[in-house]
């Protein structure tokens, strides 16, 4: 956030880089693709070790954690000048289209095709912590006997796991594996944990599966890959039913047993929960010539108010807090508190940020970790706290971060609020520390606001760059979160509240909820539409709620009906 607008934040850095396993195709005969289709590609799933398969400078070997589907996976290491390619030979038809995919997760993922006698193609993805799957076409041309079909890792990234390689079309007589069948339906279901707002469900491995389907009273609300999943944005002590479904290329399995969660009741007995879709507002406890507040002041339209900021101590880790009462024209500590008291009553979460652009808090090791956790909870205890938004702009170690605040948590309880306001460089990668921290800690994460904001240009999901300022900017770097682990209620999009809330980024409250709708129900996009809707996207952020009041309240008057009109 920027008490002060006006000032970029740090250098992003465009990553160019790329995984490759290369996989050549030869190819025979003609037609397009039929009911006879199958995959091509041989030992796809590593479950015969590298046979069919060849790495380049010994960098590949097979694994038995973590896989995607079966009990092997590749994993190819590049090192020094090697980029640790592998390949494979497959016998296809001519003037036939293809579907090549696969599922990497670890360093940079490169998917591609060349030599296909027509238009070669390409895809790729940044690291990831979760198995992701990439996937492209290719059609051959009229004599084309061979195609390379290839990812790579890149040099002096991270290894990279390969699993269920696929070369879907026509069949090209080269004996590929077999045809997967139709899964069998998941059985040992149970609950594993319940808070007031969500349920831990596992299942057993179904042999052949690649992914699983989870669903809440009979409708599907999440996909995963492992045999586990939480789902969130539930009520509090309400009962639902779950089942799971087991998936694969052939198709999905039948339901499950069905499974009886409830969920905990909420904290302190008056506590409300926050709606589905909600929408944070930062609010300024200092002046920088937006509009002086009291909290009571805060429009109505804002479900999660965060008090901005607590204040770095001489003590590692611990934060204070100080009412700038002269600079708020003389706002007293107890009539702070008692607007807070008010908030809540009136059911929204009043939080303490923790951080912004010139915050200076550090957490890198046990005692900070400590000496954090501690000091947040007995802010939370003294002014009445909700819980705690993380805005760290100068970098977090994401170890003793999650340490720090699932401590936090132990002492809170499951009424913690836990809000993010990661910069755009901090979640285009899985391996980044912020992010990681957010996928650490997403059992008791309630969002992530990303600031689009005072940013360069940015990777979306599919690869492309994308400039601030537009609804691809938004969709395609929302996607990577989406994608990349977080649930869909645990992902919100960060934007000023007028042109003098921030240096750059600024976009209208309409390209705010195109994106929105974009997200969350596939209409309103731009040239960016994402391979699937997440209709429970959680909302939207603003700083600041002073400068919103400073342009008449038009932020929060358009972006927060929309929000909450969601489906």
């Not at 951080?355 to 947040?376: C, K, L, M, P, Q």
């Amino acid at each position: 956030m920027d008490p002060v607008s006006g000032i970029p934040r740090r250098t992003r850095l465009l990553l160019s880089g790329a995984l490759a396993l290369a996989v050549a195709v030869a190819v025979a005969g003609a037609g397009p693709a039929s009911a006879a289709d199958l995959n091509n590609a041989k030992n796809a799933g590593f479950e015969s070790g590298l046979t069919n398969w060849t790495c380049s400078a010994g960098s590949g070997t097979t694994v038995s954690s973590p896989v995607h589907g079966g009990s092997a996976a590749l994993k190819a290491t590049p090192a020094g000048q090697d980029n640790a390619r592998c390949a494979q030979t497959v016998a296809v038809k001519p003037n036939s289209t293809y579907t090549l995919s696969a599922w990497v997760q670890g360093g940079y993922a490169y998917l591609g095709a060349t030599g296909t006698g027509t238009t070669d193609v390409s895809t790729w993805t940044p690291d990831s912590n979760a198995w992701k799957q990439l996937t492209t076409s290719f059609t051959t041309g009229a004599s084309t006997t061979s195609v390379t079909v290839y990812t790579h890792g890149w040099y002096g990234q991270a290894a990279y796991f390969a699993d269920d390689v696929s070369v879907f079309g026509p069949d090209g007589g080269g004996g590929g594996d077999p045809s997967p069948t139709v899964p069998v339906a998941p059985s040992g279901l149970s609950v594993t944990g319940t808070s007031a707002s969500s349920v831990s469900l596992s299942w057993s491995t179904v042999s052949g599966a690649t992914g699983y389907n989870v669903y809440r009273n009979g409708t599907k609300v999440t996909a995963v890959t492992g045999t586990s999943a939480t789902v969130t944005g539930l009520a509090a002590s309400t009962s639902y039913s779950f089942q799971v479904t087991a998936t694969n290329t052939a198709g999905e399995s039948g339901k499950s047993s069905a499974v009886t969660g409830t969920t905990t009741a909420s904290p302190g007995g008056g506590d409300v929960s926050l709606p589905k879709h909600a929408v944070t507002g930062y609010w300024q406890n200092f002046n920088n010539g937006a509009t002086v507040q009291k909290l009571s002041a805060v429009q109505s339209q804002y479900d999660i108010i965060a008090v901005a900021f607590a204040d770095a101590t001489t003590t590692p880790g611990a934060v204070t807090f100080t009412l700038d009462s002269a600079g708020l024209g003389g706002y007293t500590v107890d009539q702070f508190k008692a607007d807070v008291k008010a908030k809540q009553a009136a059911g929204k979460k009043v939080i303490i940020s923790v951080g912004g652009e010139r915050g200076a808090v550090a957490v890198n090791d046990s005692t900070s970790a400590t000496n954090f956790a501690n000091s947040v909870y007995a802010l939370m205890q003294t002014y009445g706290f909700d819980g705690v938004d993380i805005d760290l702009e100068n970098g977090l170690n994401a170890t003793y971060m999650t340490q720090a605040l699932r401590s936090l948590a132990a002492k809170a309880g499951s009424s913690l609020i836990l809000t993010m306001a990661p910069q755009t460089i901090d979640m285009q990668s899985a391996s980044n520390s912020y992010f990681q921290t957010a996928l650490n800690v997403k059992d008791i994460l309630t969002v992530v606001n990303m600031q689009y904001y005072n940013s360069g240009s940015m990777l979306g999901c599919d690869g492309k760059v994308y400039s601030q300022g537009s609804v691809d900017f938004l969709t395609a770097l929302a996607c990577i979160q989406l994608e990349g682990g977080l649930a869909p209620s645990q992902v919100g999009l960060g934007l000023p509240a007028s042109p003098s809330g921030a240096g750059s980024g600024y976009v209208s409250p309409s390209v705010v909820n195109n994106a929105l709708d974009c997200l969350a129900k596939g209409t309103g996009c731009g040239a960016f539409k994402p391979a699937r809707t997440y209709p429970d996207l959680r909302g939207a952020m603003t700083w600041s709620t002073n400068w919103d009041a400073a342009a008449g309240n038009a932020w929060s008057n358009s972006v927060g009906p929309h929000v909450h009109a969601l489906p």
